[in-house]
């Protein structure tokens, strides 16, 4: 298989995939999650991280797998610096993982 065009399937895919869960996301009502857990496509963080505080209530968490992973881009960042999130970040070293070197996320939302 070509790898291009696997990787434009895959891209296509992603694409899809987050186009319907935006739309089922926007059609919930906002503080209506106690609990949220982000563990998507990496490179699909950002995208999603004003959904997910939007769907939160005040004190209300969110957890987010591997924001370590280079694909995650400057998620890390952007969570860090969000004025409606209080973050943590858990750092640790997974031997038998790839990448060896990873981190969850927690963040509270902050009461208005």
């Known amino acids: 298989m070509d790898r291009s065009y696997g990787g434009k399937i895959g891209r296509l895919c992603d694409d899809s995939v987050f186009t319907t869960a935006n739309r089922v996301m926007r059609g919930m009502r906002a503080g209506s999650f106690d609990l949220v857990f982000m563990d998507i496509e990496k490179e699909m963080y950002t995208r999603a991280l004003s959904h997910c505080v939007r769907l939160l209530r005040s004190g209300g968490v969110l957890l987010c797998d591997n924001v370590a992973f280079r694909s995650a881009g400057d998620f890390p960042e952007r969570l860090a610096r969000h004025r409606a999130l209080e973050t943590c ?5 997974f031997h038998h993982h790839s990448p060896d070197k990873d981190a969850i996320s927690i963040s509270v939302k902050r009461k208005k």
């Open 89 to 93: 970040f858990i750092h640790g070293t």
